[in-house]
């Protein structure tokens, strides 16, 4: 069973970039941050990047594809945006991004590109 739930601490933290480094360079994360754990090992994540200038999704990481577990996280993380009472928020997805035409398939516009992707805005309903 796959379980999903905040980041609370720095060891989380660290296991979130322990997982990002298999796949990337580690960038910063922040608040909030959502985990999605099976028999303890972490699967995946979708945190926030620190900005100031919006708030901004990203990076989702999973260990292996999985469209479920991404939908979960992106639920996981939605709700606990609308709790902390923000109404929208951003994310960007690469050029060649196997997410990018999901993406677009589910009904999102890019309102901004660039030589390396393109920019979407989320915008939450109320619960």
Known sequence: MTTYRLAVGPA???RCRSLMAEFQEPVPLSF??????RDGQLIGFLATQPRKEAVIAGPL????RSP????????AYDNVMR???????HFYVKTGNQWR?????LGFEAWSH???GAWYRRTLKAA
Not at 32 to 37: G, I, Y
Not at 68 to 74: A, D, E, K
């Open 114 to 116: 660039d030589e390396g």
């Open 61 to 64: 990481m999973l260990r292996d």
């Open 12 to 14: 989380d933290y660290k």
């Open 32 to 37: 909030p941050t959502v985990l999605a754990e």
């Open 83 to 89: 709790a902390a009472g923000i109404a929208a928020y």
């Open 101 to 105: 035409e999901q993406v677009e398939r």
């Open 68 to 75: 479920f577990v991404t939908l979960r996280l992106l639920e």
